[in-house]
């Protein structure tokens, strides 16, 4: 599903700075990957990189056998759109839209017409169990239920790739359980899912452990989730 | 582009701070409602000009005799002289290009006493001795009977022609006034007609609705001026250009009566083609100054369209790049902010255009559109093209308004929106 090969990346600014300095990386089809570090590791950058929202330097990477490289705005625009469903540790819901309408903006961007799409976007709110808040606006949601919301988003384009930076960093530890079960349950339905954390507890529930240090991978652990307690683990 | 999600999309970012839109939206809305105000008024006043000098034949000039200011051939300078009909023949056999040739005596009556009556009704009005072609410069509606004719020149008869004014105040509005008598100046006259003028407000020393007319002839006679007269009128020929016709009149003047070559002041010529040409021109600076001042004054609302977007546009960075991450391909974005700069401003320039319109209708209705002696303004609204162009001008700077902020805003990375602070 994602095939990295030595991927550098070089912020160009006052000083220039090597952030990943040659990441060689696989992740197959329906795997549940977490990318640990500490900051400054590069982690953000990776996922930025996965997700096309940045760009690198050197190396090639294949998305669902695709090379991404090079990308026009559009083209990228295009490869998100279809491809990758997007989790933030803010929410990044668009505050004057309900609950319903954030849902329903990445088919609008497809083109999807307006009834079919909210029709899916209710499916999705249903199946997170926000039916009932489907027309409330981000801030009359609770932490929780705004990231279910953007759960909700991620998915509604059926796409191959979910990519969650921090998915539970604004969350408290049983709302994160919550969330990471969720997320669990999602992957289990085949889509791959690569998730950026620094909480140990949250890594421990992929099957992937991927450590970063100073943009070189450390190690990749193999772990089994389900020997964990996560209730218990988690923080 | 404007289907019914994508107004949804622009009508709720712009109901999102309403007091902000609106605000915004008012600059532009003033720029287009002063537009059409000072468009209007200023076609109010042309039409108002216009009205004044209607009816009056643009191509005739004016050759009145003045003291000469040169000494020239043993005359000293300061002399008076004075023009005679064979001036007049002269003119007709050696200059081309003069359509009406009409010589005019006139007699004021300055001590403001009654000097024209009827029975016992009397009025102060002046006179003037005209040929019958006079009719062909300042043209005159014949309310009763006949101009001056031919004959009455030729037999010097004692007759008159009242205007309008003098027939209904010594006579009365309610009177036939043919072959009546009356008096002016001591001496009786046959009313033979009463003319008014197609327009009151140009007057060559006085307008006729308040003269009364006499054969030329006969006023020569009646005050003992032989063939000598006053001043003159001449229209120009079509073809012919009426300065050079001028300068060919003055020339064989100044042959005929001693005047040295370069005495300008010995004559007082003008032309209403001169005065035209003024008014033309007056008008010209005014619509451009019309146009500078409501397009400077749109332009500033344009600016603030422009300026608060790319204020919106900055506080919209995160939202537009989780656009961006969900997909928003740039051409989106940018359709987007245009859409929203052209809406606020169609919306308010429309508003502008109809209240600038409507107010101008309703200030067009108290003010007529009937010309009458007193108004110099007329009809104040604006022509289908004025408002076609203000329409366009709208769409324009609604256009020019959102270019700023769309390439402030296709420069948001997806990845700007997804940094954490």
Known sequence: ?235 | MFDIDNINEIWQTIARNKTRSLLTAFGVFWGIFILVILLACGNGFNNGLQSQIEGFATNSSFMIPNNTTVAYKGYQKDRVWHLDMSDMEAIKTKIKGIDDLSPISSQWTFNGENNVFYGIKGGNFSMKGVLPNYNEIDRCKVLYGRFINETDIAEARKVCVLGKKVYEDVIGADKNPLGLMIKANGIYYQVVGVVEAYNGNVSIMGTINETVVLPLTTMQIAYHTGNKFDFFMFTTARGYNTKEVQVEVKTLLRERHDIAPDDEGAFMCFDLEDVFTMFDYLFLGIKILIWIVGIGTLLSGVVGVSNIMLVTIKERTREIGVRRALGAKPSVIIRQVMAESLLLTILAGIVGLVIGVAIMAVVSGFVGNTPSKDVMFLDPQIGLGAAVAATIIIVLSGLLAGVLPAIRAIQIKAIDAIREE
């Open chain 1, 1 to 235: 599903m994602i095939k990295l090969e030595n991927i550098n990346k070089t912020y160009f600014g006052a000083q220039p700075l090597h952030v990943l300095k040659g990441i060689n990386l696989n992740v197959e089809e329906g795997e549940l990957v977490s990318i640990m570090g500490a900051s400054g590791s590069g982690k953000s950058t990776l996922l930025n990189i996965i997700g096309i929202l940045d760009n690198y330097d050197d190396g090639d990477y294949y998305l669902a056998g695709k090379l991404v490289k090079n990308l026009s705005e559009n083209q990228a625009a295009e490869f998100r759109n279809k491809l990758i469903g997007f989790i933030f540790q803010s929410f990044n819901l668009i505050p004057f839209k309900t609950a319903l309408e954030n849902v329903a903006l990445p088919l609008f961007y497809q083109g999807v017409n307006r009834k079919k799409r909210n029709m899916m976007a209710m499916e999705y709110l249903e199946r997170f169990g926000l039916k009932n808040w489907a027309d409330h606006y981000p801030n009359e949601l609770s932490g929780g239920q705004k990231q279910r919301v953007s759960i909700a988003r991620a998915l509604v384009t059926s796409p191959k790739l979910i990519l969650a930076d921090e998915p539970t960093g604004a969350l408290d530890s049983k709302t994160s359980a919550e969330v990471m079960q969720i997320l669990r349950e999602v992957n289990a339905t085949g889509i791959t899912m690569v998730v950026v954390t620094h909480e140990r507890g949250i890594a421990n529930l992929t099957r992937k452990i991927v450590h970063l240090k100073d943009g070189l991978i450390e190690s990749i652990e193999e772990n089994d989730p389900d020997k964990m307690d996560f209730t218990k683990e988690i923080k």
